[in-house]
T-cell receptor, first 112, second 113 residues
Framework: LAKTTQPISMDSYEGQEVNITCSHN???????ITWYQQFPSQGPRFIIQ???TKVTNEVASLFIPADRKSSTLSLPRVSLSDTAVYYC?????????????FGKGTHLIIQP | ETGVTQTPRHLVMGMTNKKSLKCEQH?????MYWYKQSAKKPLELMFV???????ENNSVPSRFSPECPNSSHLFLHLHTLQPEDSALYLC????????????FGQGTRLTVV
């Protein structure tokens, strides 16, 4: 999987829109961008996946510029329950024999 | 509920004990994984199974012994553990190895005393 870089931590307030950016300069042509969310003492949960432009689901939006060297996870109108660690992963959806490799992620703290 | 169930949720064991962690999925997935997450550290991939065959072992000490009797069940057998093995152990499954959408269980919080 390609190497990713994301902020270690972020703070925001309830009701705000939060954008978490991930850099992946070495992304390959076949790679997809995937984001996971992890609450304390729980397993990570798949949030969203995209290849280019914009993807939106009921939880978040994912913005990917044309060069695909970065991506931004957007969480609309966050609440306290969105406090979690968010991981950005880049890789081929059908790649290799490896399991998913997680970095340190971004610890998002939402305050009242 | 992710479709991946781990038992027990919490386990306290002595260094001379033998215990097993169990993971079960009925999602029809062919790949299953064990991860370890120590306090304030990234998830560490331990073992990867594809169609009941181990395809990856990331230099895990032999005191951890995985078993995959069928594609729906995965075990992690523990013996003579050390206190530094205390961690959250997570099981995951995916349609095939390497797929970037994986489903994780709730984990087993292991404490070695």
């Amino acid at each position: 999987l390609a190497k990713t870089t994301q902020p270690i931590s972020m703070d925001s307030y309830e009701g705000q829109e939060v954008n978490i950016t991930c850099s992946h300069n070495n992304i390959a042509t076949n790679d997809y961008i995937t984001w996971y969310q992890q609450f304390p003492s729980q397993g990570p949960r798949f949030i969203i996946q995209g290849y280019k432009t914009k993807v939106t689901n009921e939880v978040a939006s994912l913005f990917i510029p044309a060069d695909r060297k970065s991506s931004t996870l957007s969480l609309p109108r966050v609440s306290l329950s969105d406090t979690a660690v968010y991981y950005c992963l880049v890789g081929d959806t059908r790649g290799g024999a490896d399991g998913l490799t997680f970095g340190k992620g971004t610890h998002l703290i939402i305050q009242p | 509920e992710t479709g991946v169930t781990q038992t027990p949720r919490h386990l306290v064991m002595g260094m001379t004990n033998k215990k097993s962690l169990k993971c079960e999925q009925h999602l029809g997935h062919n790949a299953m994984y064990w991860y370890k997450q120590s306090a304030k550290k990234p998830l560490e991939l331990m073992f990867v199974y594809s169609l009941e065959e181990r395809v990856e072992n990331n230099s895990v000490p032999s005191r951890f012994s995985p078993e995959c009797p069928n594609s729906s069940h995965l075990f992690l057998h523990l013996h003579t553990l050390q206190p530094e093995d205390s961690a959250l152990y997570l099981c995951a499954s995916s349609q095939a190895t390497g797929w970037t959408e994986a489903f994780f269980g709730q984990g087993t919080r292991l404490t070695v005393v």
